[in-house]
């Protein structure tokens, strides 16, 4: 079972870089979310996506475009790379049928900004 | 989505039961109650959720009060491997597109000791 599938697992960028964190799920889920985390804290959401061709901002997007162009995949894109981009990036997918389906996510992107 | 309060971190000794506690007194009353954990350098994990009844799964149970304001997740037996940070976090049943919104705080560090 291949659930929620994130690449690359680890990601070295220089400041100024470009980059696409990919996402993919197999679970036919309709909402797709991307979160940060930061040692020491909590994760925080960065952007959602309810369906294909439908995204909205989270708590923390500066820095950080989405699209959702098909229902698997949620890309997600640092234009240009700043230090403080520097974190762990989860992305997480659930179901829409019946109420509070629980998310899945994947294993994260461990992304570093010099 | 209500905040909710938990205590940085509790231990437990292993085959004992662990009981993380979890305030959440501006919770509505479409609002429900989720647990995930997280286990060091791994995405978050699904663990439970509940409305207003006790809830119980082959991971955990849920205790919440009568007047919703805090909840109780109890691991009946822990182990050496549910040493992780354990989330609380409540969320409305059915807000259209931020349905698929997840608000983390810090989490409880569980710590398990043989």
């Known amino acids: 079972n291949a659930g929620v599938t994130q690449t690359p697992k680890f990601q070295v960028l220089k400041t100024g870089q470009s980059m696409t964190l990919q996402c993919a799920q197999d679970m036919n889920h309709e909402y797709m979310s991307w979160y940060r985390q930061d040692p020491g804290m909590g994760l925080r959401l960065i952007h959602y996506s309810v369906g294909a061709g439908i995204t909205d901002q989270g708590e923390v997007p500066n820095g950080y475009n989405v699209s959702r162009s098909t229902t698997e995949d949620f890309p997600l894109r640092l234009l240009s790379a700043a230090p403080s981009q520097t974190s762990v990036y989860f992305c997480?997918?659930?179901?829409?049928?019946?109420?509070?389906?629980?998310?899945?996510f994947g294993d994260g992107t461990r992304l570093s900004i010099l | 989505d209500a905040k909710t309060t938990q205590p940085p971190s509790m231990d437990c000794a292993e085959g004992r039961a662990a009981n993380l506690p979890c305030n959440h007194s501006?919770?509505?009353?479409?609002?429900?109650v989720y647990w995930y954990r997280q286990i060091h350098s791994q995405g978050p994990q699904y663990i439970i959720h509940g409305l207003k009844n006790n809830e119980t799964n082959e991971m955990a149970s849920l205790i919440i009060t009568e007047d919703r304001k805090s909840s109780t997740l109890i691991l009946p037996h822990a182990t050496l491997r549910d040493t992780a940070v354990y989330y609380c976090?409540?969320?409305?049943?059915?807000?259209?597109?931020?349905?698929?919104?997840?608000?983390f705080g810090r989490g409880t560090q569980l710590t398990v000791w043989p």
């Open positions: 501006t919770i509505s009353g479409n609002e429900y």
């Open positions: 976090i409540v969320r409305a049943s059915d807000r259209g597109s931020t349905l698929g919104r997840l608000y």
């Open positions: 997480a997918s659930s179901s829409r049928q019946g109420h509070n389906q629980p998310q899945h």
